[in-house]
Every structure is written in structure tokens, then in C-alpha cells.
């Protein structure tokens, strides 16, 4: 998610903070290549006009040409600027006052509108919110079988209408039946085309008109870059949406329909889809983002992520093997598995700072497996004491895991770094300097699984 961009802006800064001072010239040649970056990502022509504009009005103004950090300073402008055009706060669901809330999805076929019902009822379900899915595709082969199925995993019911061919009498009866079994939401899967069309809108509409729902996101998939920007604005000026959920993300290196469809639309980004498995959706904050395109990693969604997967045991322990420097490599083989549970190891290793650089470009699940068998390949003495390991030692390791030495290094090489970042994020206080609480990697709330 955002790679090429990431990389991009990453040699510009790095250039820039290189200077000693800045100057207009300097900020200005700075300025330009970022503008050629976000035009390569498919960001909108007149999104990136403004977002320069902004950025060189406050870039060549006092605080910056005075700083001693110029060059930080215009990264932290830069920062403050994306994080606005990607809608500066979340925008979360707003829940009725008087439950069922409806839910509307709508977008056309092949964004992942059916999917993306199912992941969100998923965690509106974890969130006490007991929904109902609504099948009102009615023209898509086996849309209403790939909602029963995934209902059905998730322990969802699913309203179909009992053989009703009408999408809006569907809808009618869903309402009815949520509200005698208790339901606090519903989310309707609508039925999309290949392209937008009269007849699409029109049933849309009526399905609007008759269960007035709270709420009409809009599924897009990212990586069609402008063509997602438009949809949306297509279908906020036809139908109205509140919201928009931007799939495929994962797959998406560019970025361009992300940092463009807020200041387009003026809707905000709600979701965004990160994968099939349907725990792979995600609130989409604006913030975090922003951090993650300049390579600042997202600490905040990892310790959310890491909170659903372990345990207070687990992270108290944790937290003071780092504190105490006795975190070895059988700890660090035995966390590492466990990776697994937080999602893809790429996505993972980016939400922490200064990681995603370490890690390699083709990085995949095959590479935990591969750390594992080097461990594996170790005696006990030289899990818990890594200092021990000669030339000798890694060349019978790499033997015994069926790899080679310079892999046996690199495992090394990381270890050793990972280890002293983390002794930093373990002391008090540290978090507090990135405007955290300090209890975040405290007991109970571990961040980290490794």
C-alpha cells in the first residue's frame, strides 16, 4: 500500500535533510519532484496543484528558513498536508439511536461489495452491533449462495427474500424480520453493474427511498486509481453516500484514488479492505496514513492488531524480557510464529518504524518458515546466547536448515537491531514522545508479538 510513493518521497527527503539550510530554490526543486511522485501514484491533477501550493506557502515561511531541522520541518508540513487531504480524522459509522442502523453498499461488480458486507458485519458483530445480511443481489450468478456461504462462516444470519426476484420487497422484508429477531444493524448487499447505468441508479433509489438507510457506503476498488475517483463522484451526485470503502488497497503501490477521493468528493474514506480473508478490513485513518506514506510505519494499528491477537501473560513477560536485555532467539522463534495471527508478514513488518526498511522487497510467509528452521538448526545454548555463534556454528546451522550462511547473517544482523529498538519502545516514557500513551506498551497491552 502506497510503495512506489513511499520510496519515492522517502530519496526526496533524504535529500532534503541533507542540506545544512534551506533556500526557496532548494524547497522549490524539492516541491517539484514530489509533485511528479504524486502524478506518477494517479493522484488527481488539481489535488496535487493545491497540496503543493499549501506545502510551499508554509514551507518558505519563517519557522521553516530559521529551524536548525529545516528539512524535518518541511517533512512534518508535508506530513500535516497529507494527512488533511486524506480527511485529517476517522470517520466511523454512525449507529442509530434506535437500532437496526441500515446499512447500504453499493458500487459495481467485481469491486468486492459482497466480500466487503461480510468483513464489515464481521466487526460490527465483534462490536455487539448483531447484524443481518441482506441479499438484494439479485442479477449477479450465485451472489445470493456467496452471502448465504459467508454468512454462514461467520455465524450471520442472512435475509434473501425466500425466492423474492424484487430487490426493494427484499429489502422491505429484511427490515421486518431484523427488528423481530433483535438485530441492531443490517447491512444490504445491493447488486452492481459492469458500469453505471439508469437502471442501476433507479433501483438504488427506490431501495433508498423505502428502507431510508443511515448510512450508503460507496465500494470502490483502489486500484483503479481516477476511475475510483470518479465513481464516487458519480454516485455521491446521484445518490448520495456517506462514506466510501476502498478495496484491493493491499494490491494498490500507488495510492492515487486514496489521496484523491476526499478532496474530490468531500466524503471520507471509512474502510479499507486489505485482502480476501474476511478479518482483512480495516478503519481507514487519515493520520496513520499519512505516517506510513513518508515511512513512519503505523504503531497505533499494529497495537491494535497485536491487543486482538495476545494475551496480558504474554505481553507483561514480554515487555520485561526486553527491559531486562534477556530476549533470545528461542523467544524471538516462538513470537515470530504468532506473527501469522496479526495478518501478511509485509503489511506487518511496515506499521513498524524503521522495520519495513530492513526487510526485503519480495518478503513473504515462506521467510518465517525459513527463520524458524535456522533457529530450529541451533542448540539450546545458542538460542538463548546468539554471541556464541562462530563461522563455524552458522555453517553447520545453515546445513541443518537447508539454507545458507549469508541467510544465517542476516537472521543475526536483525535479531541484534530488532532488539535494541525494541529496549527503546519498552522504556517508560518513549511513547510518549509520538504523542502516545505511556501505558501503551505496558502490561496488558503488549504491542509487539516478538
Known amino acids: 500500500m502506497f510503495e512506489n510513493l513511499s520510496n519515492k518521497l522517502e530519496t526526496i527527503f533524504k535529500r532534503l535533510r541533507g542540506y545544512g539550510r534551506l533556500n526557496e530554490d532548494n524547497i522549490r526543486e524539492a516541491l517539484r519532484e514530489v509533485r511528479i ?3 506518477e501514484a494517479d493522484v488527481n491533477l488539481n489535488v496535487v496543484k493545491e497540496f503543493i501550493e ?6 518558505v515561511g519563517q519557522d521553516v528558513m530559521s529551524s536548525l531541522t529545516p528539512g524535518q520541518q518541511v517533512i512534518k508540513i508535508v506530513y500535516e498536508e497529507l494527512a488533511a487531504i486524506l480527511g485529517s480524522t476517522g470517520s466511523k459509522i454512525v449507529f442509530s439511536a434506535r437500532p437496526p442502523t441500515i446499512i447500504m453498499m453499493a458500487g459495481l461488480q467485481g469491486s468486492g461489495k459482497t466480500t466487503t458486507s461480510a468483513k464489515l458485519a464481521r466487526m460490527l458483530l465483534k462490536d455487539g452491533q448483531k447484524p443481518l445480511l441482506v441479499a438484494a443481489d439479485v442479477y449477479r450468478p450465485a451472489a445470493i449462495e456467496q452471502l448465504n456461504i459467508l454468512g454462514k462462516e461467520l455465524g450471520i444470519p442472512v435475509f434473501n427474500g425466500n ?23 443490517i447491512i444490504v448487499d445491493t447488486a452492481g453493474r459492469l458500469h453505471i447505468d439508469e437502471d442501476m441508479m433507479r433501483e438504488l433509489k427506490n431501495i433508498k427511498g423505502e428502507i431510508k438507510p443511515h448510512e450508503i457506503l460507496l465500494v470502490a476498488d ?5 476511475d475510483a475517483v470518479n465513481l464516487a463522484k458519480s454516485f455521491n451526485e446521484q445518490l448520495g453516500i456517506d462514506g466510501i470503502v476502498l478495496t484491493k488497497m493491499d494490491g494498490d ?5 486514496a489521496l484523491s477521493i476526499r478532496s474530490v468528493t468531500g466524503k471520507p474514506i471509512k474502510f479499507i479492505g486489505l485482502g480476501e480473508k474476511l478479518d482483512q478490513l480495516e478503519p481507514f485513518y487519515p493520520d496513520r496514513a499519512a505516517s506510513r506514506i513518508l515511512g513512519m510505519g503505523d504503531v497505533l494499528s499494529l497495537i491494535e492488531k497485536a491487543q486482538d491477537s495476545f494475551n496480558e501473560d504474554a505481553a507483561k513477560k514480554m515487555q520485561k524480557k526486553f527491559r531486562e536485555d534477556s530476549f533470545s532467539l528461542a523467544d524471538f522463534r516462538e513470537h515470530l510464529m504468532q506473527i501469522k495471527k496479526l495478518g501478511p508478514l509485509d503489511q506487518i513488518l511496515g506499521m513498524i518504524p ?22 530450529d538448526s541451533m542448540t539450546e545454548k545458542e538460542r538463548n546466547n546468539h554471541t556464541i555463534i562462530n563461522g563455524s ?22 535479531f541484534v537491531q530488532m532488539k535494541k529498538m525494541m529496549k527503546q519502545f519498552s522504556k517508560p516514557g518513549f511513547m510518549k514522545r509520538f504523542g502516545m500513551p505511556g501505558n501503551m506498551l505496558g502490561a496488558g497491552r503488549g504491542m509487539f508479538p516478538f
Do not use: F, H
Open 37 to 39: 511522485a504524486l502524478l
Open 54 to 59: 499549501k506545502i510551499r506557502a508554509r514551507a
Open 163 to 185: 425466492g423474492t426476484a424484487d430487490p426493494v420487497e427484499i429489502c422491505r422484508g429484511a427490515l421486518t424480520d431484523a427488528k423481530e429477531n433483535g438485530c441492531r444493524s
Open 222 to 226: 483502489a486500484m483503479t486509481g481516477q
Open 253 to 257: 503501490a500507488r495510492g492515487g484514488a
Open 354 to 375: 524503521g522495520v519495513g526498511k530492513l526487510k526485503d522487497k519480495d518478503v513473504d510467509e515462506s521467510e518465517l518458515v525459513r527463520i524458524a528452521a535456522i533457529i
Open 393 to 414: 556454528r552458522k555453517k553447520r546451522i545453515a546445513k541443518g536448515s537447508g539454507t545458507e550462511v549469508y541467510e544465517v547473517n542476516r537472521l543475526l544482523k536483525q
